[in-house]
């Protein structure tokens, strides 16, 4: 599978994911909507160390953009494309605030998709990041993220904090007080209202029981079985 071929993206991270993990996540955010991918100008929110943009690429994306706020995984998103070979001038890592560059720099690059993975429930700032993945002008967002179990009917975001000197966290910003950050866990009904209101609609959710039944014994994988992780495409319907 893709990262058995790539197991470099083991090393340059903190943020600790096993092989199993990441192979069947390729599965669901790339290889599932390798049809909207194929020749496509991408936006990868919170870009980490480049795994994902290089996944996109390797699926057939023109140019991956990412963002990412913590210096040393922009350098280690650098290094690993370069190490693996990547094409020069088919990607472009900046290291910055994700909301400041959405709201200065996105009219400086055109996107048809974007990826937000592992990001939205390390942020409270929903209205800033739905207008920004308005205003970026993609046609697709492929998000995957955290949510709140299935019981929780209608839109509902939980807040939390989170301590914001944890790679695997949200980043300080100018919200943040004392090295932590508010932060928000939204229901996939909650997803679906703040995407229409953008003018977006979800397309699909990824069947991830299926998957699961073909990888039983798939490693760190339990947020998915329970519902309470989802991965799924949403469609601009209007500008």
């Known amino acids: 599978m893709f990262f058995d071929d790539h197991p470099r993206f083991l090393d340059t991270s903190q943020t600790y994911a096993s092989l199993d993990r990441l192979n069947l996540r390729h599965e669901a955010i ?111 967002v492929i998000l995957d993220t955290e949510v709140l179990p299935p019981r929780f009917s209608g839109p509902t975001i939980q807040v939390r904090v989170e301590d914001n000197s944890r790679e695997s966290n949200a980043v300080a910003d100018r919200y943040a007080h004392r090295e932590r950050t508010l932060v928000g866990k939204p229901s996939v009904d909650a997803l679906g209202v703040m995407f229409e209101l953008h003018g977006f609609e979800i397309e699909k959710i990824f069947d991830w029981s299926e998957l699961l039944d073909r990888f039983p014994s798939a490693r760190q994988v339990e947020l998915y079985r329970r519902q309470t992780r989802v991965t799924l495409r949403a469609e601009q319907r209007a500008r």
């Open 30 to 140: 790339i290889t599932d909507n390798a049809d909207v991918l194929v020749g496509a100008r991408v936006l990868d929110i919170a870009s980490h160390d480049g795994r994902w943009s290089f996944a996109a690429l390797q699926a057939g994306a023109a140019h991956v953009t990412g963002l990412e706020a913590r210096p040393h995984l922009v350098a280690n998103a650098r290094a690993n494309l370069t190490g693996e070979g990547a094409a020069d001038g088919s990607y472009e890592f900046v290291c910055t605030d994700v909301f400041d560059w959405l709201d200065g720099g996105v009219s400086d690059v055109e996107v048809d998709v974007v990826l937000c993975l592992g990001f939205l429930y390390h942020t409270m700032r929903y209205p800033e990041l739905f207008a920004g993945l308005r205003s970026s002008g993609a046609s697709h």
